[in-house]
C-alpha cells in the first residue's frame, strides 16, 4: 500500500464513541458517564472515550499521572517522538514497540489500551493532543478553571495572589471553582494585564489595547 493510500485509509477512518469506549474493554458498567467538558475532533473523542472507560474502572487520576509521564518522555525523545509521528512506519511494528515502551513502566491497563487502540487505527502521532485533551477533561472534572495572566514584566507572588483573590471574588465564577493562576510575560503589551479564562474568555486590559482602540478612535474620526 502506497503511504497516499495510508494516508487516505486513515483519514476516512471515523470510529464512533461508543465503540471507542468499546474498545478500551471496560469491565462491564451500566453507569452512565457524563463527561464534565465537550470536545470536538479526533482527540476530543478519543479524550472523552479515555475519561468514560477511565471513570468505570476507577483509573481516572492514575491515568492522568501515566499520560503526564508519557508526554514528558514524547517531548524529551525525539526518537519515540519519530516513531509515533512517522506515517510510512507499520502500524503492528509501531504497536510491538509502544507496547514494549509502556512495559518499562507501572501503566495501568487503560492506559496501555489507549496505546493499543491508537495503534491499531493508525492514530499514534496524535497522542500529545489526546493527553492534553485528557488533562482538559481532568481540570474540568476538579471544577479548575486555568487562568493565564499575561503582563509586560513579571509579576511578584504577592501582585498574583491579589489578584486570584479579586477574580475568585467576581461574578464569573462560583465558590465551586478552583482558579489556577499561571502568569505569563508578553513585553509587547506595554503594561497592563490581558486575562484569558479558559478556552473562551479574554480580558484585555493591556496598554496596549487601549493605544490599538484610541488609534481606531482618531482614525475613525479623521
Do not use: W
Not at 67 to 79: A, H
Not at 141 to 148: K, L
Amino acid at each position: 500500500m502506497s503511504l497516499l493510500n495510508l494516508t487516505n485509509l486513515t483519514r476516512k477512518t471515523v470510529i464512533s464513541l461508543p465503540k471507542l469506549v468499546r474498545n478500551f474493554a471496560v469491565p462491564a458498567n451500566s453507569k452512565s458517564v457524563k463527561p464534565p467538558l465537550t470536545l470536538h475532533g479526533i482527540e476530543g473523542r478519543y479524550a472523552t472515550a479515555l475519561y468514560t472507560a477511565a471513570t468505570k474502572s476507577n483509573t481516572l487520576s492514575n491515568v492522568e499521572n501515566e499520560l503526564k509521564q508519557i508526554k514528558t518522555v514524547i517531548n524529551k525523545d525525539s526518537k519515540i517522538r519519530a516513531l509515533l509521528e512517522d506515517p510510512s512506519l507499520n502500524r503492528n511494528d509501531k504497536k510491538r514497540t509502544v507496547q514494549e515502551l509502556l512495559k518499562q513502566g507501572k501503566y495501568c491497563d487503560t492506559t496501555k489500551n489507549l496505546f493499543d487502540l491508537l495503534a491499531d487505527t493508525g492514530r499514534l502521532n496524535e497522542s500529545s493532543k489526546i493527553i492534553d485533551a485528557y488533562i482538559s477533561l481532568m481540570t474540568a472534572h476538579r471544577g479548575e478553571i486555568p487562568v493565564t495572566i499575561t503582563s509586560a514584566k513579571e509579576l511578584d507572588q504577592k501582585t498574583v495572589t491579589q489578584l486570584k483573590v479579586a477574580l475568585s471574588k467576581s461574578k464569573l465564577f462560583d465558590s465551586s471553582h478552583k482558579l489556577l493562576i499561571s502568569n505569563k510575560v508578553n513585553p509587547s503589551i506595554l503594561g497592563g494585564l490581558m486575562i484569558e479564562l479558559g478556552e473562551d474568555k479574554t480580558i484585555d486590559l493591556s496598554v496596549a489595547s487601549r493605544i490599538a482602540k484610541l488609534n481606531k478612535l482618531l482614525t475613525d474620526i479623521i
